[in-house]
């Protein structure tokens, strides 16, 4: 069974950063996709921030690409997520997630960013950039 569990979510101002982690248990899958979702406060739906695929390749939501950098460390099994230049509108709950492909599916490349993709997920970390 997969686990997953965020941590270095806080309160930051307007235009600084945070590296969120997530550290990662029982995951042996050699293709996948996992990555960062958020749920903005009083939106039910989920959005894909970025995401990072068993090739390597990255992908990112429009509103945080040239902000937010995705990095997975194998090693250390854990995924993080470096936000840079936070603006009050990245206030939200952060998720790690991960979608194990054990056949052939659409989710990969850019599609993995879609929150119906991920079979496991972590229980958030907030986040709240203020002015």
């Known amino acids: 069974q997969v686990q997953m569990m965020e941590s270095g979510g806080g309160s930051v101002q307007a235009g600084g950063s945070l590296m969120l982690s997530c550290a990662i248990s029982?995951?042996?899958?050699?293709?996948?996709?996992m990555g960062w979702y958020r749920q903005l406060t009083g939106k039910e739906e989920r959005e894909g921030v970025a995401?990072?695929?068993?090739?390597?390749?990255?992908n990112y939501a429009e509103s945080v690409k040239d902000r937010f950098t995705i990095s997975l460390d194998n090693a250390k099994n854990t995924l993080y997520l470096q936000m840079n230049s936070l603006k009050p509108e990245d206030t939200a709950m952060y998720f790690c997630?991960?979608?194990?492909?054990?056949?052939?599916?659409?989710?990969?490349?850019?599609?993995?960013?879609?929150?119906?993709?991920?079979?496991?997920w972590g229980k958030g970390t907030l986040v709240t950039s203020s002015l």
């Open positions: 997630a991960t979608h194990v492909r054990a056949v052939p599916t659409t989710c990969s490349g850019g599609y993995c960013l879609s929150p119906r993709c991920p079979d496991y």
């Open positions: 995401t990072i695929d068993s090739d390597g390749s990255t």
């Open positions: 029982g995951h042996t899958s050699s293709s996948y996709c």
